[in-house]
């Protein structure tokens, strides 16, 4: 088993009015030289958890920190327009933070970040700033998934 001790997130960086599959994605990234999708797993906007790379398996994901990481991407990341936006649904919410609380369950320790969170420290403050990012993925605060109260299970009533 590989020594895991980070938890990427990621956006496919896709528009949120468009259908984007895990089969799209994996295409996509064979387009892009990969040896299939980059990603260990995938979150659909309807919530669906897609496996896309076995865990035993480096991902392709973040330069420089793949060998002891586990990805995960969720579908969106652009508004209707193209902008860069935290587009997660209910339904990717409540997914994510079950995976994350599982994954830090079975890799104790594992540092959570962003993508953007991996970006160099331009000025050598200690601290990936805005402006410093290479790209905004994923538009939110990925550490705080942890913190936040769980949303409200989108599969129950009431």
């Given at each position: 088993?590989?020594?895991?001790?980070?938890?990427?997130?990621?956006?496919?960086?896709?528009?949120?009015?468009?259908?984007?599959?895990?089969?799209?994605?994996?295409?996509?990234?064979?387009?892009?030289?990969?040896?299939?999708?980059?990603?260990?797993?995938?979150?659909?906007?309807?919530?669906?958890?897609?496996?896309?790379?076995?865990?035993?398996?480096?991902g392709a994901h973040v330069r420089g920190h793949n060998a002891h990481s586990l990805g995960i991407c969720y579908e969106g990341g652009l508004d209707a327009h193209g902008h860069p936006a935290d587009t997660r649904t209910d339904f990717q919410k409540h997914s994510l933070r079950v995976l994350v609380m599982l994954l830090l369950r079975d890799y104790p320790g594992s540092r959570l970040c962003g993508?953007?969170?991996?970006?160099?420290?331009?000025?050598?403050?200690?601290e990936i700033e805005p402006e410093e990012w290479i790209k905004e993925c994923p538009c939110f605060d990925a550490a705080a998934i942890v913190r936040e109260a769980a949303p409200p299970n989108p599969g129950c009533a009431g």
């Open positions: 088993m590989r020594f895991i001790n980070l938890i990427v997130i990621h956006c496919s960086a896709t528009r949120c009015d468009r259908s984007y599959t895990e089969h799209d994605l994996t295409t996509d990234h064979l387009r892009r030289g990969f040896s299939g999708a980059g990603y260990h797993y995938y979150i659909r906007r309807n919530g669906d958890i897609k496996t896309l790379r076995p865990m035993t398996q480096p993508h953007r969170d991996l970006s160099p420290d331009l000025n050598g403050n200690g």
